[in-house]
């Protein structure tokens, strides 16, 4: 057995225990994103404005099912690895290959979709008038975004409000850098003011729900972003010694 051959069955071998690991943190992640509050507030504001919260379960899905397939493919890939089975070997190299065309799939149609779902989501979003004389479902369900996000507003800001008679948009002078004396006029506006109504606090959040909604969408994409740059990376590398490894098994070994 050569050295380069001993050398690439060891380097296999780690990179599927890092592989592995690689997948139940996939999977961790998949759950969090699943069941974290400010997800779960998202997803009943979506819920109230008539729009589909598909994508947000189906990232959360995605991701469970890519860690999934990572813990797998990483265990396949130790015992081939281990045995020197040229059948597991070839397997796992195969699902690696097809899990990195999968990430890279999503990636592309993420980026030319992107765009297009945020307008989609930003349009339906402005269609809802919230009114604080009349405190149903979808105002209580704002109310608790907004304080969950420090926002006021859906998309037009605090003029969402009905009259700009704002309802749990209340903020202390020292939260938020978002935080302004109320009355506010929003950028805009000349002449409409924004008030509270629930507070003898003078104070209103003036950032819209969803710049503080899109802002906290993409710091955790990007943190699945460096997590899935990581899995690709071992990914191709585990293609690559896989690779060397199952073209060193000789037939009689291999037998």
Not at 128 to 135: G, Y
Not at 154 to 171: E, I
Request: hydrophobic share 45%; net charge neutral.
């Amino acid at each position: 057995m050569g050295c380069c051959r001993v050398l690439a069955k060891i380097v296999l071998i780690t990179f599927n225990v890092i592989f592995f690991l690689s997948g139940l943190g996939l999977v961790g992640l998949g759950v969090y994103v699943m069941l974290t509050p400010q997800v779960a507030e998202i997803d009943k504001l979506f819920v109230e404005a008539g729009i589909s919260t598909a994508l947000i379960h189906g990232l959360s899905y995605g991701i469970i099912a890519v860690g999934a397939v990572c813990t797998i493919a990483g265990f396949t890939g130790c015992c081939g690895a281990v045995k020197e089975s040229r059948c597991l070997l070839g397997t796992y190299i195969f699902v690696l290959v097809v899990l990195l065309a999968g990430q890279i799939a999503v990636a592309v149609l993420s980026q030319v979709k992107g765009n297009e779902l945020t307008t989609i989501v930003k349009t339906q979003l402005g269609n809802v008038q919230l009114d604080s004389a009349n405190m149903g479902k979808t105002e209580q369900v704002m109310a608790t975004v907004q304080q969950e996000f420090q926002c006021c507003g859906l998309v037009k800001g605090c003029l969402d409000w009905t009259g700009g008679v704002t309802a749990n948009c209340t903020c202390s002078a020292t939260a938020s850098p978002t935080c302004n004396k109320a009355p506010y006029t929003p950028k805009g506006s000349t002449t409409q003011q924004c008030t509270v109504s629930d507070s003898a606090t003078k104070n209103i959040y003036t950032q819209s729900c969803f710049v503080a909604i899109e802002a906290f969408i993409k710091n955790n994409l990007f943190i699945i972003l460096i997590v899935a740059s990581a899995v690709a990376a071992t990914e191709i590398l585990g293609i690559c010694f896989g690779c060397i490894v199952c073209c060193n098994i000789n037939e009689y070994e291999a037998a």
